[in-house]
T-cell receptor, first 113, second 110 residues
Framework: DTAVSQTPKYLVTQMGNDKSIKCEQN?????MYWYKQDSKKFLKIMFS???????INETVPNRFSPKSPDKAHLNLHINSLELGDSAVYFC????????????FGPGTRLTVT | KNEVEQSPQNLTAQEGEFITINCSYS?????LHWLQQHPGGGIVSLFM???GKKKHGRLIATINIQEKHSSLHITASHPRDSAVYVC????????????FGTGTRLTIIP
């Protein structure tokens, strides 16, 4: 049983395109996250949603727009892709005020050419 | 200077050795997480602790809140322990943001 799943696993696209990455968790958690891991393997928070409400929005270009249709899903839409957007994007979830432990998805490797 | 610093950045050891990875942070925190990232890229949460010590199998994590320092120990290391180990701190209750260290790449040689 997959706890946190992401699709697609790999995404290769050209500059200027718009793409989406989907994330789903079946853990019943109330909080979901998007992280970016750059070429230096450094992880950084991008967004977090708690019960479909945006609670963390780091300094991320407006081209990135998260959408949470329900507590189990948090999708990441990226407009006008740039070369610098190439990275691995990880989704995670947790149950705040209970365990706080975060469970990570397998990652989506985005390559912009 | 990062808020979360790890040392060493890279560590190579022989199978069976006792491993210590250190994490220091400069902000007040409510909890510290240790994560393991496999060579294939997957991330697994190993520990979350806010005080004292936790043990799971051959892994032990300790934290000293006063000194703003945590250590991850691996006893009887094995090649399958080869991975990147990352510590991350959570600022405060109600603030779920994790700030990550730069990771320690551990290689265990058979």
């Amino acid at each position: 049983d997959t706890a946190v799943s992401q699709t697609p696993k790999y995404l290769v696209t050209q500059m200027g395109n718009d793409k989406s990455i989907k994330c789903e968790q079946n853990l019943g958690h109330d909080t979901m996250y998007w992280y970016k891991q750059d070429s230096k393997k450094f992880l950084k928070i991008m967004f977090s949603y708690n019960n479909k409400e945006l609670i963390i929005n780091e300094t991320v270009p407006n081209r990135f727009s998260p959408k949470s249709p329900d507590k189990a899903h948090l999708n990441l839409h990226i407009n006008s892709l740039e070369l610098g957007d190439s990275a691995v994007y990880f989704c995670a979830s947790s149950q705040v005020r209970k365990t706080y432990e975060q469970y990570f998805g397998p990652g989506t490797r985005l390559t912009v050419t | 200077k990062n808020e979360v610093e790890q040392s060493p950045q890279n560590l190579t050891a022989q199978e069976g050795e006792f491993i210590t990875i250190n994490c220091s942070y400069s902000v007040g925190i409510s909890a510290l997480h240790w994560l393991q990232q496999h060579p294939g890229g997957g991330i697994v949460s190993l520990f979350m602790l806010s005080s004292g010590k936790k043990k799971h199998g051959r892994l032990i994590a300790t934290i000293n809140i006063q000194e703003k320092h945590s250590s991850l120990h691996i006893t009887a290391s094995h090649p399958r322990d080869s991975a990147v180990y990352v510590c991350a701190v959570r600022a405060g209750f109600g603030n779920e943001k994790l700030t990550f260290g730069t990771g320690t790449r551990l290689t265990i040689i058979p």
